[in-house]
Every structure is written in C-alpha cells, then in structure tokens.
C-alpha cells in the first residue's frame, strides 16, 4: 500500500456544481475520502490552484497522426487525398520509432489535462505485411509509450483486412492486415492487460473488414467484455459503396452481425439515416465525436443530438491530432450544433464536461474514472483560471469557463492514480515535450 497523498483543491468540479476549498486523499491510486470546506491546504497537502475537473478522456487517437500536423493542412484536397500523406507516414514506421513518438504524444496529451487515450491502432505488422518477431511489437511499443508518458491507455487493436468492399488490402494497408478476422483474434489474443492499459478491439470500418467476418470480431470483445470501437459512416462514399454491395447501409450492416450494443462506439456516426440514429440509440451503442478531426477533413457534422436523444452515450476524440484539446473538442461539438441549427444550448456545460470524462473513460472500459467521489480511480487535471482567456468570470462558473473559455494551454496540473504527471505546467516523466515530438516527427521525414 502506497502512503496516503492529499491534495487541495483551490476550486472542485464535483458533477453539479463548483466547491472551493476540497482536500482529496489518494492511496494505491484511488480516491479514499473528498473533504470540502477545507479553506487553507492541510500540511503536507499538494497545492492546485485553478479548478479541478476529473480526468479527461480522449476515446480517439491515432497517435502517428501527429507527424501530419502542420502539413496536410497545406492545399485543397479531400480526406481521400489526405489518406494518401496518412499512408506515406504510415509506411515509415517502426516500433521504436513509434514509441518515440507515441510516448510525445500521450505527454502531450497529459499536458491537456488528458488522463486515458483510447488508441484505435492498425500498423500492426513491417511494410509489406511481414509480421514482426514479435506479431504485437508495434502494440507494445503503443502500450510502452503510455506507461512513459504516464497516463492510462486502452489499446484497440483494429481488424482491418480490405481496402474496400470485395478489395484486397492495397500495397500501403498489407502491413494493416491480419488476413482473416481469424488470424487478427489470434494475434491480439496474446496482449496482456497492465495497471495502465486496457485491450480492446476495433473494426476499422465496414469497407476494411468483409460482412462475413464482422461477428468474429464482435465475438472475440463479447468473450471477453473488452470494448469494441469502428469507423461509422464517416464518409458518404462508404454508405454508398455499402448500399450498392448489401443494400443496405454501414449501421445496418453492423447491427445485422451483431456489433452493435452497450460496449460497442461508433467513431464519427456522421451521415446515418433516421433509421441509422434508432438502431444505434436503442442498442446503446455509444457515439465518439472528434470535431477538430471532422472539420479539418471537412467530413461534416454528426447528428449527435438526436443520437444522445435515442441513447447513445457521448464521447469525445482528438483522432488526427489537428490539435489536442479535449476543451475544444466538447465547445466544437456545441458550437458545430449551433452553427447547423442556429440555436445556442444543445448541451450544458456540465454534460460536455460528462462526455469529455465519464463517458469516455467508460467507452475505454476504465470503470471508476470521470468523477471527484470516494472510491474512485484518482486521476485529475487542473486548468488555471488566471489566464488571459479564464480571468474574470466567477469561480463558481467554472464548467462554462472550462468549456467555453479554456484550452489545453491552461492546464496547470494532472494527476494520474494519484501520481502527479504534470505538475505547473511541466511534465514530470518527459522533461521537453515539443523537443520530443520535433524528434519523433524528423525521424519520420529521413
């Protein structure tokens, strides 16, 4: 048993309302007692000023992304034609290669407050498809560079077996590929769970994985109540593709192999039908948005509202890493929604701040995590509300402040099963963050 550790919190996000003043106890990584009216910091008490929001979760991530920032932004084009700069990075990988970057990128993401990514990962193998001596190098390199970095990570390990309906994998997507569902469920089989990492599943897409294989991929999560993500419906050219070979369309498809359900999360959801938006609310599959990624691959916007309304639960992705900023993420989500029906207030900010947590920690199969209460896991993050962009409102408007005035910039602390990861400002474990990720990002351009 680890010795008991408090913190005083300067201000509380406690679900309903802002406390000042709360002392919070940890030991072995959780939660052992929140005391409020606590107006000066007990002895021996770590000090976080600002407010304190539960951990956030980013239930998106494709960390090599992060090499395209700065750069698929150039020109025109299509996020068909940005696929094609995806792959050409892609194919430069190597598992320590991607741990460096990886392990960046995660401490950037615990510089934003980040305290769980869900990696929906799918460079499994060498280029070319030959799988390394170790089949899940590249997946323990992903887990590896979380532990580094300090924050809690659920694997995805991704089917992706197609380029398209009735397509073999093209030469960049062979070291993507298993073969078979079969011979996926085989490799990812032998991951191991850790303290820090969950194992999931995902499907890449319905194009990436044959109709005939998809209940493989659902059995194997259902055996073994690990979460299970996919790709929906983020494109048009998809829901067409998939009407003309089954008639019918992605969501449909999905819930006809029996993917769909309470574990499962639909990454995007954007073009569904009326049909599409009761399937997945009334089997309770969740729904991810990741807007910064959407925007800037101008894929659209999601109907999540009605999907909320139907019962699918919400949560959140930075996905490409256009920008890491699970602040922005959940204002995008509101203000995309304003900007579609010219309305203001889809959302309170309390319930952006519950996707933005709770609700993603528990789409990434980490229970216990996304609130200040006793017994739960112990991970915390702390926005300054002294910055240009928090000074003046009052404390006790601190979710709005979070959400729609703060950004990644502002966090001040993080703290991660009780350990402190961030601390001012700094990363603890990674001494120079842009140093690292200009190191990892060159490293991909030799």
């Not at 048009?236 to 819930?255: D, F, K, M, S």
């Not at 990624?293 to 101008?298: F, G, I, Q, S, Y």
Request: aromatic letters at 4%; hydrophobic letters at 40%; one cysteine or more.
């Amino acid at each position: 048993m680890t010795p008991t550790q408090t913190y005083w919190l300067e201000h509380a996000w406690l679900d309903t309302h802002v406390e000042p003043g709360v002392a919070v106890d940890t030991t072995d990584g959780r939660i052992t007692a929140v005391r409020t009216g606590i107006p000066t910091p007990p002895p021996g008490a770590e000090i976080l000023r600002g407010l304190t929001l539960p951990g956030l979760a980013n239930a998106h991530s494709h960390a090599f992304h992060r090499a395209l920032r700065g750069t698929v932004q150039v020109g025109s084009g299509t996020f068909w034609t940005w696929r094609e700069v995806m792959y050409a990075t892609a194919d430069r990988l190597t598992p320590d290669r991607y741990h460096a970057l990886a392990r960046a990128v995660y401490a950037e993401m615990a510089l934003a407050g980040i305290t769980a990514v869900g990696e929906f990962h799918y460079v499994h193998h060498a280029p070319g498809g030959t799988p390394y001596a170790d089949p899940n190098a590249m997946g323990e390199a992903l887990i590896a560079a979380a532990a580094d970095a300090g924050i809690r990570i659920t694997l995805l390990d991704t089917a992706y077996l197609s380029s398209g309906f009735g397509q073999p994998p093209s030469t960049h997507q062979l070291r993507f590929s298993d073969g078979s569902a079969d011979a996926w469920a085989e490799r990812c089989s032998v991951l191991k769970e850790r303290d820090h990492a969950r194992i999931g599943a995902a499907i890449h897409s319905v194009r990436a994985v044959p109709a005939d294989q998809l209940a493989t991929v659902a059995r194997w999560a259902e055996e073994r109540r690990a979460p299970l993500h996919v790709h929906l419906s983020e494109q048009t050219a998809e829901n067409e593709a998939c009407l003309e070979v089954h008639g019918c369309t992605p969501t449909q498809l999905l819930a006809l192999h029996g993917v769909l359900g309470p574990r499962t999360t639909g990454v995007h959801n954007t073009h569904l039908t009326a049909e599409d938006i009761s399937l997945i609310g009334g089997s309770g599959t969740g729904t991810c948005m990741c807007p910064t990624t959407e925007r800037d691959l101008a894929d659209g916007i999601g109907p999540a509202v009605a999907l909320q309304n139907e019962g699918s639960p919400l949560s959140l992705g930075s996905d490409s890493h256009a920008v890491i900023d699970l602040l922005e993420e959940a204002r995008a989500m509101e203000l995309n929604e304003r900007l579609r029906t010219r309305t203001r207030g889809h959302w309170t900010a309390a319930a952006l701040l519950r996707a933005a947590s709770a609700d993603g920690h528990a789409a990434l199969g980490w229970d216990g995590v996304g609130t200040l209460e006793t017994g739960a896991r112990a991970d915390f993050t702390t926005i300054a509300l002294d910055s240009v962009r928090t000074a003046g409102p009052l404390p006790r408007l601190g979710a709005e402040t979070a959400v729609f005035a703060a950004t990644a910039a502002d966090v001040r602390h993080t703290v991660v099963a009780g350990r402190h990861i961030v601390r001012d400002g700094t990363h603890m474990l990674v001494p120079d963050v842009p140093q690292a990720l200009s190191r990892a990002v060159e490293a991909l351009r030799a």
